[in-house]
């Protein structure tokens, strides 16, 4: 597997970044750290209090802090390690670090958490980090979604906030309007992406497969994508964008900024949708809920690690980075701060509530995300999950362009993903 990746050709913004961001022996003292949350609300300026603080304990050592957009991301962060250039500080999504570790590209943390004593019991969606024995990674986030409402449209159409999947889509249909009468809406009662990578595109589309009872896997890893529920679930989103209720060609950064702007009604979204909601237009008339479809989509969300084909001296200057985010001072700003549910058992979340009054209903969402075991990574294709999200991608694009019947849908659904499982 190695020798294939190692063959991955560089796209050209992927060169100009390898070329951008290559480490020579000068440049030893500076840490490159990719995100794709760089300028995500407050995850992007909780990044940058650790950073901070890491570069005033380490003088001399500074972090090149750089973005790649989401859907890009996964593509690009093989090609840099394919390429003999890592970041040092490895971000992935929960999804995608299967990848990297499998090819060795990720340090085995189990001696750095012993030779610190540092305890992880208790320290939530921490197993899905563990691949083949070993510790890859550390959980950032387990999170339950909320569900995001603009008060002021629900209260101008006469309409309740919802809690059923009926009612949900009454409001979402109630409330997408054009609003000065040019034929083009201008205000949507909902938004999903609808371009861009896999892994988001499917977590959207799980709001409406998990409210009708489907899931991609059973519990022993078996595909279980031809059911009546799965039929039922892309049915209630092939309606939302059928019939308009949800912007086109966007990516979810986009459908966020027009929620925060007062451009929609409902948006189903994670915990990090509040500091996104508080910095736009219309922060005063949004409100956060619990979502309308039950369970709420949840899981493990993004990771933290470091590459393994580093120095040693690079190395233990990326623990003790990672060792700041772990901290219970910056495990309490990611809740203060950030938005999120800390995974530390060790978080004093105390008074949260008085920065982010919501968050008891965070603490809600994440506790019923678990208690239905819901996970973004499907059992049995953990390691096939991007060839996996491309295929779906691919099929529900093609049914809501072709206008196929889901009926007929999950049966190819099926079939490609039984043959991706085996290989």
């Given at each position: 597997?190695?020798?294939?990746?190692?063959?991955?050709?560089?796209?050209?913004?992927?060169?100009?970044?390898?070329?951008?961001?290559a480490?020579?022996?000068?440049?030893?003292e500076?840490?490159?750290?990719?995100?794709?949350?760089?300028?995500?609300?407050?995850?992007?300026?909780?990044?940058?209090a650790?950073?901070?603080?890491?570069?005033a304990e380490?003088?001399?050592?500074?972090?090149d802090?750089?973005?790649?957009?989401?859907?890009?991301?996964?593509?690009?962060?093989t090609?840099?390690?394919a390429?003999?250039?890592?970041?040092?500080?490895?971000?992935?999504?929960?999804?995608?670090?299967?990848?990297?570790a499998?090819?060795?590209?990720?340090?085995?943390?189990?001696?750095?958490?012993?030779?610190?004593g540092?305890?992880?019991?208790?320290?939530?969606?921490?197993?899905?980090?563990?691949?083949?024995?070993?510790?890859?990674?550390?959980?950032?986030?387990?999170?339950?979604?909320?569900?995001?409402y603009n008060?002021k449209?629900?209260?101008?159409?006469?309409?309740?906030?919802p809690t059923?999947?009926?009612?949900?889509?009454?409001?979402v249909?109630?409330?997408?309007?054009?609003l000065?009468g040019?034929?083009?809406?201008?205000?949507?009662?909902?938004?999903?992406?609808?371009?861009?990578?896999?892994g988001?595109y499917?977590?959207?589309?799980?709001?409406?497969?998990?409210?009708?009872?489907?899931?991609w896997t059973?519990?022993?890893?078996?595909?279980?994508?031809?059911?009546?529920?799965?039929?039922?679930?892309?049915?209630?989103?092939?309606?939302?964008i059928?019939?308009?209720?949800?912007?086109r060609?966007?990516?979810?950064?986009?459908?966020?900024?027009?929620?925060?702007?007062?451009?929609?009604?409902?948006?189903?979204?994670g915990?990090?949708?509040?500091p996104i909601?508080?910095?736009?237009?219309?922060?005063?008339d949004?409100?956060?809920?619990?979502?309308?479809?039950?369970?709420p989509?949840?899981?493990?969300?993004?990771?933290?690690?470091?590459?393994?084909?580093?120095s040693?001296?690079?190395?233990?200057?990326?623990?003790k980075?990672?060792?700041?985010?772990?901290?219970?001072?910056?495990?309490?700003t990611y809740a203060?701060?950030?938005?999120?549910?800390?995974p530390?058992?060790?978080?004093d979340l105390?008074g949260?509530?008085e920065?982010?009054p919501?968050?008891?209903?965070?603490?809600e969402?994440?506790?019923?995300?678990?208690?239905a075991?819901?996970?973004?990574?499907?059992?049995?294709?953990?390691?096939?999950?991007?060839?996996?999200?491309?295929?779906?991608?691919?099929?529900?694009?093609r049914?809501?362009?072709e206008?196929?019947?889901?009926?007929?849908v999950?049966?190819?659904?099926?079939?490609k993903?039984?043959?991706?499982?085996?290989?």
């Amino acid at each position: 597997m190695k020798s294939l990746l190692k063959t991955v050709v560089c796209t050209a913004a992927t060169a100009a970044l390898l070329s951008t961001t290559a480490l020579t022996a000068a440049q030893a003292e500076t840490l490159r750290f990719i995100s794709w949350q760089n300028d995500d609300g407050g995850m992007g300026d909780w990044w940058r209090a650790a950073i901070a603080k890491f570069e005033a304990e380490n003088p001399g050592t500074s972090v090149d802090f750089t973005k790649v957009d989401r859907g890009s991301y996964a593509d690009t962060m093989t090609t840099l390690f394919a390429g003999g250039q890592p970041p040092h500080i490895v971000h992935l999504a929960s999804f995608e670090y299967q990848n990297f570790a499998e090819n060795g590209w990720m340090e085995n943390l189990d001696p750095w958490f012993e030779k610190d004593g540092i305890d992880m019991t208790g320290w939530a969606g921490q197993s899905t980090c563990v691949w083949k024995g070993e510790t890859a990674c550390v959980m950032l986030l387990y999170f339950g979604f909320v569900m995001g409402y603009n008060e002021k449209i629900l209260a101008e159409a006469g309409l309740e906030v919802p809690t059923t999947w009926d009612e949900y889509l009454n409001v979402v249909r109630a409330t997408t309007k054009d609003l000065n009468g040019d034929g083009i809406t201008d205000q949507f009662g909902t938004g999903h992406e609808t371009v861009g990578g896999a892994g988001q595109y499917l977590t959207e589309l799980l709001n409406y497969v998990l409210s009708a009872g489907a899931y991609w896997t059973d519990k022993e890893g078996n595909v279980t994508m031809d059911t009546p529920e799965m039929i039922e679930g892309l049915t209630r989103y092939k309606t939302i964008i059928d019939e308009g209720l949800s912007p086109r060609d966007m990516k979810s950064g986009d459908v966020r900024n027009l929620f925060a702007d007062g451009k929609m009604a409902i948006r189903l979204d994670g915990p990090w949708i509040y500091p996104i909601m508080q910095k736009g237009a219309a922060a005063s008339d949004l409100k956060i809920a619990v979502p309308a479809m039950s369970p709420p989509v949840g899981g493990s969300s993004n990771v933290l690690g470091m590459a393994s084909e580093i120095s040693d001296d690079e190395k233990e200057l990326v623990w003790k980075f990672m060792k700041i985010v772990m901290s219970p001072e910056f495990q309490r700003t990611y809740a203060t701060d950030a938005g999120n549910t800390p995974p530390s058992p060790a978080a004093d979340l105390s008074g949260v509530e008085e920065s982010v009054p919501h968050f008891p209903l965070l603490v809600e969402t994440q506790q019923a995300a678990a208690a239905a075991g819901v996970d973004r990574i499907p059992t049995g294709l953990e390691i096939q999950y991007g060839e996996f999200g491309k295929m779906v991608q691919e099929e529900v694009l093609r049914m809501i362009i072709e206008d196929l019947d889901p009926a007929d849908v999950v049966k190819v659904l099926q079939e490609k993903a039984v043959a991706i499982q085996n290989g």
